[in-house]
């Protein structure tokens, strides 16, 4: 019902910057929060920034506030996550979310998930 396609991960070295793109089929695309969270090897699935359906407001955790910024275009069916001043412990698989209607930081409570794109960063 809805696909989602990660593009943009990488290697990058520490103070680097890179861009995620995930975009998204379907044509309600503006009925779903739009979120991003990474994995890294051994550990939880990491809630890191989402955006509200009308791209208004915007959620962070706290170790990537400042750093990170999430952004939609809903007349391209596409979601952004502009990365700077990227450090080592950013390394992880990044995984593009959609969640029908309002906003969550659970990575339980999202519908549809993109396969994940890689994005590591060297010291």
């Known amino acids: 019902q809805v696909q989602l396609a990660e593009s943009g991960g990488g290697l990058v070295q520490a103070g680097g910057s890179l861009r995620l793109s995930c975009a998204a089929s379907?044509?309600?695309?503006?009925?779903?929060?739009m979120g991003w969270f990474r994995q890294a090897p051994g550990k939880e699935r990491e809630f890191v920034a989402a955006?509200?359906?009308?791209?208004?407001?915007?959620y962070y955790t706290g170790s990537v506030k400042g750093r990170f910024t999430i952004a939609r275009d809903n007349a391209k069916n596409t979601v952004y996550l502009q990365m700077n001043s990227l450090k080592p412990e950013d390394t992880a698989v990044y995984y593009c979310?959609?969640?029908?209607?309002?906003?969550?930081?659970?990575?339980?409570?999202?519908?549809?998930w993109g396969q994940g794109t890689q994005v590591t960063v060297s010291s």
């Open positions: 979310a959609a969640k029908f209607e309002y906003y969550s930081d659970s990575s339980y409570d999202y519908d549809y």
């Open positions: 379907g044509r309600t695309f503006n009925s779903y929060t």
């Open positions: 955006v509200t359906k009308s791209g208004i407001t915007t």
